[in-house]
């Protein structure tokens, strides 16, 4: 579900107006930091973009979220769809305004000559013009626009528009003097450069997808495996509650046997002293019995002598 973030006063008239700085001071620096960090990784991909409005997406640390920035009656309103209680702009918002800071900033070319600001405008103000603002085709504008010049952009333009169909690297700029088809040249560059740096960002965001999907599906397939050996140890701990009530049973009877085993064995022992009793009673019966037969046997020996 996303989070709708709260308003923030602004003093800015377009998103492209707001830096590092500006941003740095009203957010949690944590929260900063962790956002300069998604920058530099390429994190951040602008989906849509103008002064006033940002759609982009974000690769967080657990998973894609997107983010929704507003510019609308002097306020900043931004609405991303992670849950961060970061205030007033979470690190997602963050990342994406530096990432359309400097996407926005034109790429200025290699100054060969500081001219004063003074002497610019002095130029300026000394160029004729139709009495309407339009700069008219005097000598001031045929010395920032040459025939010469126009010539040389248009045949660097040839090859420069075949590389970038073919994705190639663009040939290098023709060496003309600053001026007004210079800023033309450098301009297809800068939008060379931010389209090929938003097709690394692409890229690099499609990769980073396909490997929290693949995470996803072996950590969907570990679950499944987790939860067949949960089954599996479920039904051996049934089987083996099973074996135990069976144990138990014959556990129980067997202590019913040993009770049985142990009154006979009391009777046997029982029986084994009267029969020892009985033994010692017929020994004492048989002493006498001989003593009788050793009696009559003198007897009968002095009749015979006799």
Not at 120 to 140: H, I, L, V, W, Y
Not at 166 to 177: D, E, G, K, W
Not at 188 to 198: A, N, W
Not at 261 to 290: E, H, I, P, T
């Amino acid at each position: 579900m996303a989070t709708i973030r709260n308003k923030i006063p602004c003093s800015a008239d377009r998103l492209g107006l707001l830096d590092p700085q500006m941003i740095k001071a009203v957010v949690e620096i944590a929260a900063f930091q962790i956002g300069h960090q998604y920058l530099s990784e390429n994190r951040v991909r602008i989906v849509e973009a103008d002064d006033a409005q940002i759609s982009s997406a974000v690769i967080g640390n657990s998973g894609l979220y997107e983010q929704t920035i507003r510019l609308k009656d002097g306020h900043l309103i931004s609405k991303c769809s992670c849950t961060l209680p970061e205030e007033p702009i979470c690190r997602h918002c963050i990342a994406v305004l530096l990432e359309y800071h400097r996407w926005s900033q034109p790429r200025q070319p290699k100054k060969t000559k500081d001219v004063p600001r003074d002497a610019k405008t002095a130029a300026q103000a000394e160029s004729p013009n139709n009495g309407n603002g339009t700069p008219t085709m005097g000598p001031s504008a045929s010395a920032d626009v040459k025939l010469s010049e126009v010539m040389v952009f248009v045949e660097w333009l040839q090859p420069a528009i075949k590389a970038i169909e073919q994705a190639q690297s663009m040939p290098l700029p023709p060496q003309i003097a600053p001026g007004e088809v210079a800023n033309w040249i450098q301009t297809i560059r800068t939008l060379e450069d931010r389209r090929r740096d938003s097709e690394e960002a692409q890229v690099k965001l499609e990769s980073d997808m396909r490997d929290r999907e693949a995470y996803v599906a072996r950590l969907s397939q570990q679950l499944q495996a987790s939860t067949a050996e949960a089954k599996t140890a479920q039904t051996a701990a049934q089987t083996l509650q099973q074996e135990v009530s069976a144990c138990k049973v014959a556990l129980s009877k067997v202590a019913e046997i040993s009770g049985e085993v142990s009154r006979y064995d009391a009777q046997l022992k029982s029986m084994a002293q009267d029969f020892s009793s009985k033994g010692n009673q017929l020994d004492r019966m048989a002493g006498s019995c001989k003593q009788v037969a050793d009696a009559l046997n003198s007897i009968i020996k002095q009749s015979a002598t006799r």
